[in-house]
Nanobody, 125 residues
Framework: QVRVVESGGGSVQAGGSLRLSCQASGFTSRIYTMAWFHQAPGKEREGVAAIDSDGTTAYTNSVRGRFSISKDIENTLYLQMDMVKPEDAGMYYC????????????????????WGQGTQVTVSS
């Protein structure tokens, strides 16, 4: 059974940094895509960054140059958030799937079947 668990959320000042972590377990395939999604209050869940087992990354334009997605050999996913803005506040969800998604689908929520419970990020100005 696939299990996805996020950690690392918390409070950060605007302009500061925060690192989120996500541990995915139960995958039997070495091929996968993992991603971070952001859901602001009252808004839809949106893809932020994704990475596949080949190391190919994708970012939404609003975080490009500020956020960095990475993974380690134990399938722990990270999201390094730098130069955080007030609009970055909200819930962050980790998603995973045992496929390499076609370009353009890595940041689409409907492409993922396995989700974590989310971790809250609060940004103070």
């Amino acid at each position: 059974q696939v299990r996805v668990v996020e950690s690392g959320g918390g409070s950060v000042q605007a302009g500061g940094s925060l690192r989120l972590s996500c541990q995915a377990s139960g995958f039997t395939s070495r091929i996968y895509t993992m991603a971070w999604f952001h859901q602001a209050p009252g808004k839809e869940r949106e893809g932020v960054a994704a990475i596949d087992s080949d190391g190919t990354t994708a970012y939404t334009n609003s975080v490009r140059g500020r956020f960095s997605i990475s993974k380690d050999i134990e399938n722990t996913l990270y999201l390094q958030m730098d130069m955080v803005k007030p609009e970055d506040a909200g819930m962050y969800y980790c998603a995973a799937d045992p496929f390499i998604l076609d370009p353009g689908y890595e940041l689409s929520a409907i492409a993922y079947n396995h989700w974590g419970q989310g971790t809250q990020v609060t940004v103070s100005s």
